[in-house]
């Protein structure tokens, strides 16, 4: 199993930037896919990006795509998120989330989230 804890949210301004993080304790981290998702108020979890084991491929929503860029560090046991352009309706709570790499499409593990505000 894999615990993961995200940091770095807050409050920025539209058009601003802000990185945040997630760390893994537990089984080797590179065991896993890691992925961000997202809920705004309201609204169902979203997807947002993913990465592979070693960061070679990642995979982004539309919404996010040209702004925000995922990456990991498998030595700190941490993925990252990195965003910019932010824009008011990237207001969510983020989640980080870990997939066995033999089973990519279960997001068996997730942190507890990181509020990110954008205001306008």
């Known amino acids: 199993q894999v615990q993961l804890v995200e940091s770095g949210g807050g409050s920025v301004q539209a058009g601003g930037s802000l990185r945040i993080s997630c760390a893994a304790s537990?089984?080797?981290?590179?065991?896993?896919?890691a992925a961000w998702f997202r809920q705004a108020p309201g609204k169902e979890r979203e997807f947002v990006a993913a990465i592979s084991w070693n960061g070679g491929l990642t995979n982004y929503a539309d919404s996010v795509k040209g702004r925000f860029t995922i990456s990991r560090d498998n030595a700190k046991n941490t993925v990252y998120l990195q965003m910019s352009s932010l824009k008011p309706e990237d207001t969510a709570i983020y989640y980080c989330?870990?997939?066995?790499?033999?089973?990519?499409?279960?997001?068996?593990?997730w942190g507890q989230g990181t509020q990110v505000t954008v205001s306008s």
């Open positions: 537990g089984r080797a981290f590179s065991d896993y896919i």
């Open positions: 989330a870990a997939a066995p790499n033999t089973r990519p499409r279960d997001y068996a593990y």
